[in-house]
């Protein structure tokens, strides 16, 4: 009669223990198997490839609409995380700040340092937060600040349209666009990661 409950016992310690190291491997206390995480960044990142499109086209009133569009769907991200979650606050926070630049500064060109910081950190928060709805690629330009420095961006595709040089570029005008390449990807759907 013991040892069905010793057993039942036995098999709840070690099915406790695979769970708790499962977590810690993550580092995420939100469920990706729930969908919420990638829900809240999907369209967190539907914004934001609008608002770098607009990048694409020199457009600066579209650039601070969407802006403000993605500060919205980086709100929802932050209340998805909810305040349990390893997911980094400094990170959105520092997302919120560098679109806070982008809807803030008149000139463009200031406005592309902040899509950088902006892409690297929203980069970052996607990967610690095991974003696997899409394979994402995080791509870079050699030459976005007149032909100088390094500037990142996130795309769904595979294929460059640079939001630094973009379409009407003073001096290469739409020469530029697909200058850049791939920096990194991010892939976590695959069910083995």
């Known amino acids: 009669m013991c040892r069905p409950l010793a057993f039942a016992l036995i098999l709840f310690f070690f099915s406790a223990c695979s769970n708790n190291s499962k977590n810690s491997q993550t580092g995420a206390t939100i469920d990706p198997a729930s969908g919420a995480f990638n829900r809240a960044a999907d369209s967190a990142l539907a914004a934001y490839y609008n608002m770098a499109e607009a990048f694409v086209k020199w457009d600066s009133m579209g650039i601070v609409q969407t802006a403000g569009i993605l500060d919205q769907h980086i709100g929802?991200?932050?209340?998805?995380?909810?305040?349990?979650?390893?997911?980094?606050?400094?990170?959105?926070?520092?997302?919120?700040?560098?679109?806070?630049?982008?809807?803030?500064?008149?000139?463009?060109?200031?406005?592309?340092?902040?899509?950088?910081?902006?892409?690297?950190?929203?980069?970052?928060?996607?990967?610690?937060?095991?974003?696997?709805?899409?394979?994402?690629?995080?791509?870079?330009?050699?030459?976005?600040?007149?032909?100088?420095?390094?500037?990142?961006?996130?795309?769904?595709?595979?294929?460059?349209?640079n939001p630094y040089l973009g379409l009407r570029h003073p001096t290469y005008g739409k020469g530029m666009l697909e200058c850049g390449g791939n920096k990194s990807v991010l892939d976590f759907t695959s069910k083995d990661n």
């Open 76 to 161: 929802n991200l932050e209340q998805e995380a909810g305040t349990d979650s390893s997911l980094s606050k400094s990170g959105l926070a520092g997302i919120r700040k560098q679109l806070e630049g982008i809807r803030g500064n008149a000139d463009i060109f200031a406005k592309r340092h902040a899509l950088n910081s902006l892409s690297t950190g929203f980069f970052s928060l996607l990967k610690e937060g095991r974003y696997s709805a899409k394979k994402l690629f995080l791509q870079e330009c050699n030459m976005p600040f007149n032909d100088t420095g390094n500037a990142v961006w996130i795309s769904a595709a595979d294929v460059v349209r």
